[in-house]
């Protein structure tokens, strides 16, 4: 009988190790002390960091301390084995989590889910932002204005505003879009990613607010509104009796579930 060279031939599918946990990576949440190297796609430049918060894989996503505070970068090594002078390297601060498990619905430009474990926004906020300080003071603040949904011509913002808010809904920059019972939030990409929060309830929305510089109503705002209609429109033609069940969506547009939850894994399976 002519030998294999180069493969593992298993004799029996015993050997096979067929358990589809086997095929997931287990991270643990104990860090595991590494010096990385981080790859920055919008400076094309690669750095060394120290990472002695969090257990570390390559195509990780990463928030690092120092110049490149705030910009993204993307483990490309590993290293388990060194000695150095930790003044002399910056830290990771953040690691994106990418675990995501759950089922999804097709609605137009983005995919939908229903059960609220499946994408809370605590989770996809990692995929674009370091995690707020502490330290830091969050203030909102909202009048008692509200208007139809339906009937966003009727509300008050300039007519640059509405056109410029229109085109980030159609370049699919509401990246995230969640709405539990009334209460909703979105990821809006704009020069930063931006957080929206409202409140929906009987075809109105109030307590409009967003994370960006502008004070009155912005681009942001008008995008997410526009998202959170066609949204509802496709959920209300297709999914509403699954939607009912919870009371509860949450919508990832289809270049960040792939960017995020697909091309950051190596095991895994994925059905459809
Ligand atoms: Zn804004």
Request: with cysteine.
């Amino acid at each position: 009988m002519a030998s294999q060279i180069g493969f593992l031939v298993p004799q029996n599918t015993a050997d096979l190790h067929l358990d589809p946990a086997s095929y997931t990576r287990q991270r643990t949440d104990a860090p595991r002390n590494s010096i990385v190297r981080v790859y920055f796609e919008e400076r094309d430049l690669t750095l060394s960091y120290y990472n002695n918060r969090f257990d570390l894989y390559c195509g990780d996503y990463v928030f690092v301390e120092g110049k490149l505070d705030g910009v993204q970068g993307r483990v490309v090594e590993v290293n388990y084995n060194f000695k150095i002078k930790s003044s002399d390297y910056m830290r990771v601060i953040a690691v994106a989590d990418t675990d995501v498990r759950g089922q999804f619905y097709f609605a137009g430009s983005h995919f939908v889910a229903f059960q609220p474990s499946v994408l809370p926004a605590e989770k996809v906020k990692t995929w674009f932002m370091p995690a707020c300080d502490g330290d830091e003071e969050v203030i909102s603040s909202y009048d008692d204005t509200s208007f139809l949904l339906e009937n966003l011509n009727e509300w008050n913002v300039s007519t640059a505003v509405a056109k410029h808010g229109k085109e980030y809904y159609m370049a699919n920059k509401v990246e995230y879009l969640c709405l539990n019972g009334t209460k909703g939030y979105a990821l809006v990409q704009g020069s930063h990613m931006y957080e929206v929060e409202f409140t929906y309830e009987d075809g109105a929305v109030s307590r409009l607010t967003c994370s960006c510089y502008c004070c009155s109503h912005c681009k942001h705002e008008v995008a997410a509104l526009l998202q959170l209609r066609e949204t509802l429109e496709q959920i209300g033609e297709h999914y509403g009796e699954v939607y009912k069940q919870t009371g509860y969506f949450a919508a990832v547009s289809r270049s960040a579930l792939f960017t995020y939850a697909v091309d950051t894994k190596e095991t895994g399976c994925f059905t459809l």
